[in-house]
């Protein structure tokens, strides 16, 4: 016994030393503080097994339409980097420009791998993905006027600020 407990205190200081030194886990990490410049619109058909974006005027049937909102953030970042928004998205708002009328109660977002599965357009947080926000995906729930549709899309941040873009103009059938 006498032998071996010379070798415990080292031991014990390696054993502090490792516990202390690892390095930090990601959730430990302080996140980078980035704000978003501004935003891209698509239109997007998602009547198959993975919305398709639509870039020209390509009929959509309205229970396979489907809006792409990608957040363009003001710097560029890296894929692995750890990221928070600065000003955090609070309400996605849809309005239809030819009536002049918010609609956004009519859309809901289609959750994916990189939203917390929440679809109300009043509650969206941002997720980062391989350096960029994820793009949000909101779908159409109901039957509007048949015919050439624009929706003009905002993002409204904690700040009042918003960054608003007009879809490319579709047909709804």
Do not use: W
């Amino acid at each position: 016994m006498r032998k071996h407990s010379f070798l415990i205190l080292p031991a014990f200081i390696l054993f502090l030393n490792i516990s202390f030194s690892c390095g930090e886990s990601f959730d430990e990490k302080e996140p980078e503080i980035i704000d978003l410049q501004n935003i891209e619109i698509y239109n997007l058909n998602n009547a198959g097994e993975e919305p398709v974006i639509v870039e020209d005027n390509t009929p959509i049937p309205q229970e396979a339409y489907a809006i792409r909102i990608r957040p363009i953030p003001q710097q560029k970042l890296s894929e692995n980097g750890y990221y928070q928004l600065y000003d955090k998205i609070t309400r996605i708002e849809v309005i239809d420009i030819s009536n002049n009328v918010d609609i956004s109660e009519y859309f809901r977002i289609i959750p994916n791998q990189y939203s917390s599965g929440n679809t109300e357009l009043s509650e969206y947080n941002v997720y980062i993905f391989n350096g960029y926000p994820a793009d949000i995906d909101i779908a159409l729930l109901t039957f509007l006027k048949a015919g050439e549709q624009r929706f003009a899309i905002s993002l409204i941040l904690e700040s009042g600020r918003k960054l608003s873009a007009v879809t490319p103009i579709t047909t709804l059938y």
